[in-house]
């Protein structure tokens, strides 16, 4: 089971580029990197998925490295309502996601 | 764009007795999940369902719980003899592809705000 690790928060302001990064470690050769994101009240809200390299969406970015031991999630330009908890998952054997902490964003004007 | 859809949005009940939370996943997913999150505290993995059975269920899905798919649409969740730490959001959630292929993402529902009293 590939643990992940990330900050439990982190503050940031309107227009800026916020970047939270995860670590794992003992990720398998098959897992991939996936991230949520939930607001209060509210459903997880899947992302973005990766394997390797740069994944890149109309919300997102993620970048992963060679070693696929870390995963950076870049929101570019954040505005308010991307204020929100942030889940960086690597489903374990089953399909199944396990939550962490996840990293409370808070965005300020 | 397709959503999964639970009902109802809120539910109290007095402790002691039954409830039955209800979601509709997405109609060509083939896996469902229910998840549970007590006020301020972590997503839980509660169970998870494919081809009509329980695939996995985790130490909180006692035998007080049980799931089932009654028709072709619904999924539900039921809850017997309901206590005070039972008070959560419950997240139904539905995937198409299992683990290990590509774009598999979970859609999860709104949720359910049990409230026992």
Partial sequence: ?109 | EPEVTQTPSHQVTQMGQEVILRCVPISNHLYFYWYRQILGQKVEFLVSFYNNEISEKSEIFDDQFSVERPDGSNFTLKIRSTKLEDSAMYFCASSPLHRGELNYGYTFGSGTRLTVV
Avoid at chain 1, 53 to 58: A, R
Avoid at chain 1, 77 to 99: E, H, M, W
């Fill in chain 1, 1 to 109: 089971l590939a643990k992940t690790t990330q900050p439990i928060s982190m503050d940031s302001y309107e227009g800026q580029e916020v970047n939270i990064t995860c670590s794992h470690n003992n990720i398998a050769t098959n897992d991939y990197i996936t991230w949520y994101q939930q607001f209060p009240s509210q459903g997880p809200r899947f992302i973005i998925q990766g394997y390797k390299t740069k994944v890149t969406n109309e919300v997102a970015s993620l970048f992963i490295p060679a070693d696929r031991k870390s995963s950076t999630l870049s929101l570019p330009r954040v505005s308010l309502s991307d204020t929100a908890v942030y889940y960086c998952l690597v489903p374990n054997q089953g399909g199944k996601l396990i939550f962490g902490q996840g990293t409370e964003l808070s965005v300020k004007p």
